[in-house]
């Protein structure tokens, strides 16, 4: 069966425009393979690799992808193995693309490092608005290095740092000044 969507994602199969992926235990080969996919696909526009086991490699593979792929809006990367060094590059790649919108990186093994790399994203990029990091291992510190960056940043509505390493009396203050576009900021879990 994955081998007959990453197939169909290289021809273009105009039909193919969201696709599922989750728990599928792809392979790092798989991951490759797929990145390799979107890299020619122009109809794709929402793609699930949640549950996956997916590591730094195969982050390094997609991102090479978002590099290239103009038509996916939301990659959903939830309960992988990504860490900061896979945050990365993605970041490196979130930076230039102008069609992604939404990123779902919770339940990853991301920490302060990792927010701060996307914090240098969101400083820059102007398409995204919403970015899910829940469930990581982000502290108060990596909270506040990304809320100085929405600063800057005009397009996300919506950021979910719930469930981190989060103490609210040493952010506090931090999110004064955040585009008034924004319209989500958890911070914790009810």
Not at 90 to 106: G, P, Y
Not at 126 to 132: C, G, R
Request: charged letters at 25%; a positive charge; zero cysteines.
């Amino acid at each position: 069966m994955t081998k007959e969507k990453i197939k169909r994602l290289r021809i273009n199969d105009p039909v193919l425009t969201e696709i599922d992926f989750s728990y599928n235990s792809l392979t790092d080969i798989e991951v490759r393979n797929l990145a390799e996919a979107l890299t020619l696909n122009k109809t794709l526009t929402k793609i699930n690799l949640s549950g996956n086991r997916i590591n730094d490699t195969g982050a390094k593979d997609l991102a090479s992808a978002l590099k290239i792929n103009r038509s996916l809006t939301e990659i959903n990367l939830t309960n992988n193995n990504i860490t900061d060094k896979g945050v990365k590059h993605l970041v490196d790649e979130i930076i230039i693309n102008k069609t992604l919108t939404k990123i779902n990186l919770s339940k990853n093994r991301i920490n302060d490092t990792g927010a701060r790399h996307l914090a240098k994203a969101l400083g820059v990029n102007q398409s995204l608005t919403e970015i899910n990091l829940s469930w990581n291992d982000i502290s108060s510190t990596g909270v506040k290095g990304l809320t100085d960056s929405l600063r800057n940043n005009k397009t996300l509505i919506k950021i979910d740092l719930s469930s981190n390493q989060i103490d609210i009396d040493k952010i506090k203050g931090s999110t004064k000044g955040i585009s008034k576009k924004l319209v989500t900021l958890s911070l914790i879990q009810l």
